[in-house]
């Protein structure tokens, strides 16, 4: 029994030592980290003093601070991460990284004129909160937008963006997992696919 004991305690450790750095985040504090970013967002957007390239650069820049890449890269590739080499996870991660930020920088740079307002928030489980928010675009249309933080090393993350009900990172993993099964189960393939995307 002790020979048992050891040995599931050691399993334990070893399982804490691979899992991510995640904690629980505190509503206010999470509330406050979107807050933030929000304001810096919609500052960028709505800068008139930038062409349409320049804002883009400075939400990227914004988002690249505020968003943990890493995590939500890995969840989106969920299981065929640990069918991929080393090499081919370092360059995922790093065309996941541009894709995203280009395609989110792209989506909030087209809303010149937007505002934007804080909703409800929620623990969502024990390791993250929902942080609701109402964006309203010029002309007076508006839609929801939930931030999913986590607290990530320290420090509040988004790990996930919810619009109108749809999951960012789900709809990206239903996508990516896609490719890669066309592809025979290769990670190659949605490398590939990544890389004619970046224009490479």
Do not use: H
């Not at 070893?14 to 933030?36: H, W």
């Not at 969840?75 to 280009?102: D, K």
């Not at 619009?163 to 393939?189: D, F, K, N, P």
Request: charge should be positive; aromatic fraction near 6%.
């Amino acid at each position: 029994m002790p020979m048992l004991t050891r040995r599931a305690c050691a399993a334990l450790l070893a399982i804490a030592a691979l899992a991510p750095a995640q904690a629980a985040v505190d509503t206010a504090r999470a509330t406050a980290f979107i807050q933030t970013a929000g304001d810096e967002l919609v500052a960028a957007i709505n800068n008139t003093s930038l062409n349409a390239a320049a804002r883009q650069e400075r939400v990227a820049t914004i988002l690249r601070r505020s968003v943990d890449v890493e995590t939500v890269g890995r969840f989106v590739l969920g299981r065929f991460w640990r069918v991929a080499t080393p090499a081919e996870q370092q360059e995922y991660l790093r065309l996941f990284e541009e894709s995203l930020i280009r395609n989110l920088a792209g989506r909030f740079g087209e809303f010149q004129g937007v505002r934007f307002a804080l909703g409800r928030s929620q623990s969502r489980t024990e390791d993250d909160a929902l942080v609701s928010t109402i964006v309203t675009r010029p002309g007076g249309t508006a839609f929801n937008l939930d931030w999913r933080v986590a607290e990530m090393g320290g420090q509040p993350k988004i790990v996930d963006l919810i619009a109108e009900g749809t999951s960012l990172r789900l709809t990206q993993r239903s996508e990516y997992s896609s490719v890669i099964q066309r592809g025979g189960g290769q990670v190659a393939a949605l490398l590939t696919a990544m890389r004619a995307q970046a224009g490479r």
